[in-house]
């Protein structure tokens, strides 16, 4: 089974879409810059068909796009396994500031961490704290 490739096949691809008008003329006739290109990726250009040509350089396309989709992924999974490590290391830290806070609890010792509540913000009572001229803490 032979399968024929026609000229007119659809590109996709980078590296396609720059050399699509070109495909069917000599490398020396492509322009410096694109030139380049068509050595890089498709080594044989004058011994290939304008179809072959259009087949290599979409696989060419291909090969990019798996090669930069790969690094991404390695990116997006060192990014997740530096995040999962640092949720753990906070629990642990909560974990045993609990346990010494009842150490120190069963050997009567205060609880001297800071009480939370909400605060009212809103702009008379932030008037009236500012215009205060003594700054006390609560219980």
């Not at 050399?19 to 890089?40: C, T």
């Not at 796009?65 to 530096?82: N, P, S, T, V």
């Not at 290391?89 to 050997?107: C, N, T, Y």
């Amino acid at each position: 089974m032979q399968i024929t490739f026609k000229a007119n096949i659809p590109t996709d691809g980078e590296i396609a879409r720059k050399l699509a008008k070109w495909f069917d003329r000599s490398i020396d006739d492509l322009p410096l810059q694109l030139r380049s290109i068509a050595e890089a990726y498709i080594p044989r250009w004058s011994e290939l068909s304008a179809a072959d040509q259009r087949v290599r350089a979409d696989e060419a396309d291909r090969d990019l796009q798996e090669k930069i989709g790969a690094r991404f992924e390695k990116a997006r999974m060192d990014a997740e396994q530096a995040n999962a490590a640092t949720p753990a290391r906070f629990a642990q830290r909560a974990m045993q500031d609990g346990f010494d806070k009842v150490a120190r609890e069963k050997a009567g010792e205060p609880n001297f961490e800071a009480r939370v509540a909400p605060v009212n913000l809103n702009p008379p009572n932030l008037a009236r704290r500012h215009n205060s001229s003594k700054i006390s803490l609560s219980a």
